[in-house]
Each structure stands twice: as C-alpha cells, then as structure tokens.
C-alpha cells in the first residue's frame, strides 16, 4: 500500500492551497482516510478525516477553514484549505486506516508567509 501526497507549497497569508492524497496498491477495505500536520518540533497533529460511510471530523484549529472531501471513485482524498495563517505551515501527512493495517505517506510540505 502507498500514498502519495500533493498539492503543498508556499502561499500567503489567506491564501488558499488543495492538498490531495491518493492510495494505491493491495486496499481491499477502507475505514477512514485522514489528515495529520507536523510543524517544526512539534508533535504530530490531527486535522481532519473522513470515514468510508461519508463521517467527517475536523480538528478545533481547522474548523471553518479546511474542507475534507474523497473521490467518487479510487483511494483518493482532498483537503481543501482557505483562510490559511502562517499557523498552519507543516508537513501535512494524510493516513489510510484499514481493518488490517494503518498506512501514511510521506508528507506534502506547506508554508504559509505572513
């Protein structure tokens, strides 16, 4: 199983940016596929996700801002991001969680300017 992130990069402040990743490979089964951000030395931070049955969660920062979305077809998710803040720069990690494992890619960075 892989994932592929894309979409980072460098934009002002309340700007806006379209992250998306897509899955490939053995996935036979979908739980949910999400979003975490990692800032520099910082912890590793929830997002947002969505599950196979369309639930959708955000985290508190992101409320508002950031829109999670999936492909009609395929293992492909988006997240749409506006109003972004100097904040919000990290390397933004998507994860694909399935019954018989928990797989991340590798990490689209994005910097916001002020």
């Known amino acids: 199983v892989q994932l592929q992130a894309s979409g980072g990069g460098l934009v002002e402040a309340g700007g806006s940016l379209r992250l998306a990743c897509a899955a490939s490979?053995?996935?036979?089964?979908?739980?949910?596929m999400a979003w975490y951000r990692q800032a520099p030395g910082s912890q590793r931070d929830y997002v947002a996700h969505?599950?196979?049955?369309?639930?959708?969660g955000y985290g508190d920062s992101v409320k508002g801002r950031f829109t999670i979305s999936r492909a009609n077809t395929g293992n492909t998710v988006y997240l749409q991001m506006n109003s972004l803040r100097p904040e919000d720069t990290a390397v933004y990690y998507c994860?694909?969680?399935?019954?018989?494992?928990?797989?991340w890619g590798q990490g689209t960075l994005v910097t916001v300017s002020s």
């Open positions: 994860k694909l969680d399935t019954p018989y494992g928990t797989y």
């Open positions: 490979g053995s996935i036979f089964s979908v739980n949910a």
């Open positions: 969505i599950t196979s049955g369309g639930a959708i």
